[in-house]
């Protein structure tokens, strides 16, 4: 097997980071970039180079993962910064978001994808409303598994005593949060390389394995839905050529659960019924085909299908509704959302008009109290809302699929991206 099918075969682990402003994230990741041999010679240079121009005592690592000169400037991070790097047991795609309050689009945006979420809490200052935000929002998204990464430990002299009593205080917090479902505690320094890739020295308490290690072996198996059958069409193919005259082909992504060749469908909204003639593939025709794979389907019987529509199986359907119960965070700073809004709602490959119905409550996230009364929803603000679709949606809950659960709202007017709706 060649060196390039291993590397294409390997498991794929998304996952974001998050945390208070100067909670040392973008250290963090530059350290597991250093540490793990993942950056070249001349980005090391090139980052030695800044930290004496701009007179840091050691290599600001930071410096890898803030692109943005505004970013490198204010020694903050501003936009979700993406990497990537590999070990010989896993690739990673590190989302690094940022921590300031007016950033929480940011990070919805940048944990929407991932399958885990390191939330870094300083030592010195334990948890604060910054920690409970970002583990609401990793509950809200349904991201499986969070690292609390108890970072400054240096600073607190690596007392055992402060990280239990971090640890303590956030599984307080977090026994309110509905969808956490596994949470792991490792104490570290980022800047001095303490528990990232290598186990500390100065910390034997600790039992537990340093930060990279359980990025590597941490199981991620169930995040696709592999159960409700879903393809979403996209476009139609007709090629009009003399080799393929009559092809006509359904192409789109599986949203969920598996096809093959001589499956039963149904086709939304229309309701008509067929069977599954072929997966088409550009290396070839496969024998099944599961989420997330990009392919084309082609049907026994010629049906009116259109981009929009949905092929499933017909004992196995989504919920087909023109009234839609949500949870949005609001993105947009021009515009807020207000009761009878009217907007674009964008839904897998289908999109129509949609009208706010009503606003249920918004939530404080850092208490998670439930503010009631107050319908007009501002920058970064998270709530429930019901929305009048003009057509109906076959949609899924977010919690039983993340991609046929979830949607975007777009302002008709400036054609701004003005929300992110997860279906309840």
């Given amino acids: 097997m060649s060196e390039t099918q ?90 690094d978001t940022p921590g300031h309050i007016q950033y929480t689009r940011n990070m919805v945006t940048g944990a929407s994808t991932a399958n885990l979420a390191i939330i870094l ?19 809200l998204l349904r991201i499986q598994h969070i690292v609390v990464a108890v970072n400054k430990m240096d600073l607190v002299d690596w007392q055992e005593d402060v990280f239990r009593r971090i640890k303590h205080d956030f599984e307080q917090f977090a026994s309110r949060l509905e969808n956490l479902v596994e949470v792991t505690f490792i104490p570290m320094s980022a800047l001095n390389g303490d528990n990232v890739v290598d186990k500390s020295k100065n910390m034997p308490w600790y039992m537990g394995p340093p930060l990279l290690y ?26 009009q050529s003399d080799k393929y005259h009559d092809f006509r082909g359904y192409a789109g992504r599986v949203a969920g659960g598996v096809f093959k060749k001589g499956d039963d469908v ?28 990009s392919v084309t389907l082609t049907l026994e019987d010629e049906i009116d299908i259109s981009r929009g529509d949905m092929i499933v199986k017909p004992h196995n359907q989504p919920h087909v509704s023109q009234d839609i119960d949500a949870m949005i965070c609001w993105f947009s700073d021009s515009t807020k959302l207000h009761p009878k809004g009217k907007y674009v709602l964008r839904h897998t490959t289908k999109e129509v008009k949609a009208v706010v119905q009503e606003v249920r409550y918004k939530v404080n996230i850092n208490n998670l109290h439930k503010i009631e009364g107050d319908p007009n929803f501002s920058l970064n603000e998270i709530g429930r809302i019901s929305l ?28 701004e991206t003005v929300a992110a709706g997860m279906i309840l």
Avoid at 24 to 31: D, M, N
Avoid at 121 to 139: K, L, M, N, P, W
């Fill in 121 to 139: 809490v300083d030592a010195r200052h334990g948890v604060i409303e910054q920690t409970c935000r970002h583990a609401f929002i990793a509950s």
């Fill in 266 to 293: 149904t086709i939304l909204p229309s309701g008509f019924s067929t069977k599954v003639k072929e997966v088409v593939t550009y290396e070839g025709p496969l024998e099944e085909v599961f989420a997330p794979l």
């Fill in 6 to 95: 291993g590397y294409l075969d390997m498991d794929l682990l998304r996952f974001t980071t998050a945390g208070s402003v100067d909670d040392g994230k973008s250290t963090l990741i530059g350290r597991l970039l250093y540490d793990s041999k993942a950056i070249f010679e001349d980005q090391l240079e090139a980052v030695e180079r800044s930290s004496i121009q701009r007179g840091d005592e050691n290599i600001n690592l930071a410096l890898l993962t803030d692109g943005l000169r505004a970013e490198r400037e204010q020694g903050i991070t501003i936009d979700v910064a993406y990497r990537y790097f590999a070990t010989p047991r896993r690739k990673f795609i590190i989302a």
């Fill in 388 to 415: 009048r679709t003009s057509s109906p949606l076959f949609f899924d809950s977010y919690r039983r699929n993340r991609n046929t659960g979830s949607f975007i709202l777009i302002d008709a007017g400036s054609n």
């Fill in 214 to 239: 359980h990025l590597e072996t941490v199981y991620i198996g169930a995040q696709e839905n592999h159960v409700d059958p879903r393809f979403p069409v996209q476009w139609v193919i007709r090629p």
